[in-house]
């Protein structure tokens, strides 16, 4: 069974900085493709960053610069890294898994149950 298991979340300042992990168990982790989705009150959930398995990265032009996603293949971990935060940051964010359970397995999607993240002074 695939379990991800997020924490992290919380209040923080503008400005101020914030960092999000997520622990992967029944996956092969270091073969995956690892993102962060966060999604607001009324809005649809998004892409904010992703890291593949060589460790290139991606992110939104709303994130650029500010947040860094990270990938730690021995613990099985990913981590987002949110500096310079800002109100608009504010959102459920959600880690997300696309690989495989065992060798031979179809590649599927995979999502953590959401940590709250609150921008406010």
């Not at 987002?80 to 109100?87: A, E």
């Amino acid at each position: 069974q695939v379990q991800l298991v997020e924490s992290g979340g919380g209040l923080v300042q503008p400005g101020g900085s914030l960092s999000v992990s997520c622990a992967a168990s029944g996956i092969i982790f270091d073969t995956s493709r690892l993102s962060w989705f966060r999604q607001a009150p009324g809005k649809q959930r998004g892409l904010v960053a992703s890291i593949t398995s060589g460790g290139g990265t991606n992110y939104i032009g709303a994130v650029e610069g500010r947040f860094t996603i990270s990938r730690d293949n021995a613990k099985n971990t990913v981590y987002l890294q949110m500096d310079g935060v800002k109100p608009e940051d504010t959102a459920v964010y959600y880690c997300h898994l696309r690989g495989r359970r065992y060798f031979g397995d179809k590649i599927s999607d995979y999502w953590g149950q959401g940590t709250q993240v609150t921008v406010s002074s």
